[in-house]
């Protein structure tokens, strides 16, 4: 039997590795923790369970399509509950809560500027054929050549995708109030970068905010994992807990083996095939050989990362009345942040910020009376010297924001407080520069010109993930795990 051997277990491992396995392929999974996810790993603690990474479920169609193609379904593994408000944002001076119903959002729209409402189905027309198009046609790509693109669909359309325009261009043409515009560009800041540096094609990301709406897994985001590994398992996928991956061993340009620490045992693991969920720059600057690097260290310096995250993970022993499950701290100016972040990379002055409290939607995430906070300010990557007294400083600055707007204390009531910034991202997942995304999705780092998903020195080396196509956010790794595999079918029959 051909074996495979798949190099982590975040969304695009577990995808790959299932794609691979209903393929015929035994596979084995080689997993640096003690738990599958990656990223979206699960924190447990005194009671209280955190997803320590995604914390949105957008785009339910991708994760239905996933398990239909195992015969299986959503409902199979766990359970969903749509958020209505999808979520709140908090402005300097006032407050949203965004309908999940449609026709209540084009009434908040109209509140706000005449006529919005009518613009705004103008751009959700736009929207749903972007998605429809960039779902079916652009993303399942795996980037090997631009005649990839050479689709009579995509070549007629090319125009209605926006693709040389930007998302605040597309968006200012539409709306002239600013807080209509930033509800509209803030989907965009999943993809990791400025609304003016992101092709407005990207708008089919608020399609997916507000015709898909905003879902939550009953146990969190890490019941999504659950349901994968489970899967997996089903298809006979081998998991390999505790295994640090050290090397990819090459022979006469194909790799033979995968060399890992398991429980401080030195083990090696033979493969026809190897797919690497790990950070691509990782896998390509330490696990290889020089003479088989797939990308020279000037252009990894080249890239433009998506930002990295500070990130809380905060228990208290108290409920907090009105709280939504997904806020989102507008309430100072976006640019002075954005400058921080993409143009002159520094830590921020004064950070926006996103709380997630999955305690108001699913009890068991706290105990009784408790409540559990995620909060997450979105950092440059690259940046060093984050110190626990930086962290203090910037947990202080938005707990008091916080507090200001919810309109109670919490200082006197966390019984439980962990921090996660980039260095732990390049310790817990050898994550290039700490970055917490993968690449940004600007034009120029589209398709084809992100990292290849094939070494092209190795033959039977393959990646998957946020660094490679289709590119950041968990739908896009689902469907990264599977455009490999389908690569692999396709050159091993």
Same mark, same amino acid.
């Given at each position: 039997?051909?074996?495979a051997?798949v190099i982590g277990s ?6 790959a590795a299932?794609f691979l396995?209903r393929?015929?392929?035994?596979v084995?999974?080689l997993?640096?923790?003690?738990q ?6 699960r924190l ?6 955190f997803d320590?990474g995604?914390?949105w479920y957008w785009m339910p169609?991708v =994760?239905?399509?996933y398990f239909?193609q195992f015969?299986k ?8 509950e749509r958020?209505?408000?999808s979520y709140?944002?908090?402005w300097p001076q006032?407050q949203?809560?965004v309908? $999940?119903?449609?026709?209540?959002l ?5 509140q706000?500027?005449p006529r919005a409402?009518?613009?705004l189905d103008l751009?959700?027309?736009e929207?749903a054929?972007?998605?429809?198009v960039?779902?079916n046609?652009l993303?399942?790509?795996p ?6 693109f ?9 125009f209605?995708?926006?693709?040389f325009?930007?998302i605040?261009?597309?968006?200012a ?12 560009e803030f ?15 990207y708008?089919?990301?608020n ?7 905003t879902w939550?897994?009953?146990g969190g985001?890490h019941?999504?994992?659950q ?7 089903e298809?006979?996928v081998?998991?390999v807990w505790?295994a640090?991956v ?14 890992a620490?398991?429980q401080?045992?030195p083990t090696d ?5 190897v ?6 720059h990782?896998t390509?600057t330490?696990l290889l050989q020089p003479?088989?690097?797939n990308?020279?260290?000037k252009y990894w310096?080249?890239r ?11 228990g ?7 709280l ?7 309430d100072?100016?976006?640019?002075p942040?954005a400058?921080?972040?993409?143009q ?6 004064q950070p926006?910020?996103?709380v997630s409290?999955?305690?108001?939607t699913d009890?068991s995430q ?6 559990n906070?995620?909060?997450?300010i979105p950092?440059?990557a690259?940046?060093t010297g984050d110190?626990e $007294?930086l962290?203090t400083?910037y ?10 707007r919810v309109?109670?204390s919490?200082?006197?009531n966390?019984?439980?407080y962990?921090?996660?910034a980039g260095s732990n =991202?390049? $310790?817990?997942?050898?994550?290039f520069?700490g970055n917490?995304?993968?690449l940004?999705?600007?034009?120029l780092q589209?398709?084809h ?5 094939r070494?092209?020195?190795?033959s039977n080396?393959f990646?998957?993930?946020?660094l490679?196509v289709p590119?950041?956010?968990v ?11 389908n690569l692999?079918?396709k050159?091993?029959p």
């Amino acid at each position: 039997m051909k074996t495979a051997v798949v190099i982590g277990s975040g969304f695009a491992g577990l995808s790959a590795a299932s794609f691979l396995a209903r393929s015929g392929w035994q596979v084995t999974v080689l997993e640096k923790h003690n738990q599958p996810g990656g990223r979206a790993r699960r924190l447990q603690a005194e009671g209280f369970s955190f997803d320590m990474g995604p914390s949105w479920y957008w785009m339910p169609d991708v =994760f239905e399509r996933y398990f239909q193609q195992f015969g299986k379904t959503v409902a199979q593994y766990y359970t969903l509950e749509r958020l209505d408000p999808s979520y709140r944002l908090f402005w300097p001076q006032t407050q949203w809560d965004v309908p $999940a119903n449609y026709d209540e959002l084009k009434n908040l729209f109209d509140q706000i500027e005449p006529r919005a409402a009518q613009k705004l189905d103008l751009v959700m027309a736009e929207a749903a054929y972007k998605y429809e198009v960039g779902i079916n046609k652009l993303v399942f790509k795996p980037g090997q050549s631009l005649l990839e693109f050479a689709d009579a669909d995509l070549i007629r359309g090319l125009f209605k995708l926006d693709v040389f325009t930007s998302i605040k261009a597309h968006f200012a043409k539409h709306f002239k109030n600013s807080q209509l515009r930033e509800l509209m560009e803030f989907p965009v800041l999943f993809l990791g970068a400025l609304p003016q540096d992101t092709p407005a094609l990207y708008s089919l990301m608020n399609y997916a905010d507000i015709k898909g709406g905003t879902w939550f897994p009953k146990g969190g985001m890490h019941a999504v994992v659950q349901g994968m590994h489970s899967l997996a398992v089903e298809l006979g996928v081998n998991f390999v807990w505790n295994a640090n991956v050290e090397r990819i061993n090459v022979q006469q340009g194909r790799a033979v083996s995968v060399s890992a620490t398991v429980q401080n045992q030195p083990t090696d693991f033979d493969a026809n095939v190897v797919v690497s969920g790990a950070d691509y720059h990782f896998t390509d600057t330490q696990l290889l050989q020089p003479q088989y690097h797939n990308y020279s260290a000037k252009y990894w310096n080249s890239r433009k990362l998506a930002p990295s995250s500070l990130l809380y993970y905060v228990g208290l022993n108290k409920k907090i009345e009105g709280l939504q499950h997904h806020s989102l701290f507008f309430d100072v100016p976006f640019e002075p942040h954005a400058r921080d972040i993409y143009q002159t990379p520094q830590w921020p002055q004064q950070p926006l910020f996103y709380v997630s409290a999955t305690s108001v939607t699913d009890c068991s995430q706290a105990p009784p009376g408790g409540e559990n906070l995620f909060f997450l300010i979105p950092v440059a990557a690259g940046l060093t010297g984050d110190t626990e $007294a930086l962290r203090t400083h910037y947990f202080q600055q938005i707990v008091a924001r916080f507090e200001a707007r919810v309109g109670t204390s919490i200082s006197q009531n966390i019984s439980f407080y962990h921090s996660y910034a980039g260095s732990n =991202f390049m $310790a817990d997942y050898n994550a290039f520069k700490g970055n917490a995304y993968g690449l940004a999705n600007t034009l120029l780092q589209t398709a084809h010109l992100k990292p290849n998903c094939r070494n092209k020195k190795v033959s039977n080396l393959f990646y998957t993930g946020q660094l490679t196509v289709p590119g950041p956010g968990v739908p896009p790794s689902l469907i990264s795990g599977e455009v490999v595999a389908n690569l692999i079918k396709k050159l091993y029959p």
